[in-house]
């Protein structure tokens, strides 16, 4: 049918595929759980980003949701492409509302793993990062960790370390008023 | 987790369509795509995303 043909929603290109993979592999694990994405797919991905490789996967198929929020997100700030204004924007400040608003309506979700909240690194194990935040001290993965050390502020993600934290972003997510 | 939620279209108002989700209604932004009564779509912080 030709007006099913003129849907409005255009995918813009994202710019920083690695600075987006780092908050989006953490929901991959959910995804492989739920059999919409492959697990041998997301440890290529996991690997891609941890060895600095190219990624020549259709991360805008593979985290589909994500990259159609970022996607509406850039159009509204003006822009023709994700780039790591957009992607922080979307995980840091505007997916909290997103995960709020899918929890009211399915509660099978953990807005502690799900949202996106600082922490500050308190140690680095070699298989480990212990962080400081909001919701106490806990242990995440150190895929994503090199470079950081001790003090430093990150953002977390389902078990992950997303990046590292510029002092602007910290004060705002902060001023939230909880995180679990 | 960004992952959305399936849903049934039960009336469509301009761009706005109201959507069941398991038993729970909600009015979502449905100007991205065009929807239909009774199509399937996936729905993520209240905008429809994809029908399916």
Redesign the interface.
């Known amino acids: 049918m030709i007006?099913?043909m003129?849907?409005?929603?255009k995918m813009l290109p994202i710019k920083d595929k690695e600075l987006f993979l780092r908050y989006?592999i953490p929901?991959g694990e959910?995804?492989v759980n739920?059999g919409?994405l492959k697990g041998e797919l997301l440890n290529r991905l996991n690997e891609s980003i941890k060895n600095k490789q190219e990624i020549d996967i259709d991360i805008e198929d593979v985290?589909?949701?994500?990259s159609?929020?970022c996607s509406?997100l850039a159009k509204k700030m003006g822009k023709k492409e994700i780039d790591a204004e957009v992607i922080r924007r979307y995980f840091l400040l505007e997916?909290e509302?997103?995960?709020r608003?899918?929890k009211q309506?399915?509660p099978d979700?953990r807005l502690e793993?799900?949202l996106v909240y600082p922490g500050k690194i308190l140690r680095i194990d070699p298989d480990k990062v212990l962080v400081k935040t909001k919701t106490g001290e806990k242990f995440f993965r150190n895929d994503f960790t090199e470079g950081m050390k001790k003090n430093d502020w990150v953002s977390v993600h389902?078990g992950y370390i997303a990046e590292r934290l510029k002092e602007n972003h910290v004060n705002r997510m902060l001023k939230r008023r909880k995180y679990g | 987790m960004c992952i959305a939620l399936k849903g049934k279209v039960l009336e469509v108002k301009g761009k706005e369509a109201l959507v069941d989700f398991d038993g729970v209604k909600r009015k979502v932004n449905s100007e991205f795509f065009k929807v239909r009564k009774r199509d399937k779509v996936l729905v993520f912080n209240n905008i429809v995303i994809e029908r399916i």
């Open positions: 007006w099913r003129i849907d409005m929603f989006a929901c959910v995804l739920r919409e985290f589909k949701v994500a159609r929020m509406l997916h509302k997103a995960i608003w899918r309506i399915k979700i793993d799900c389902y």
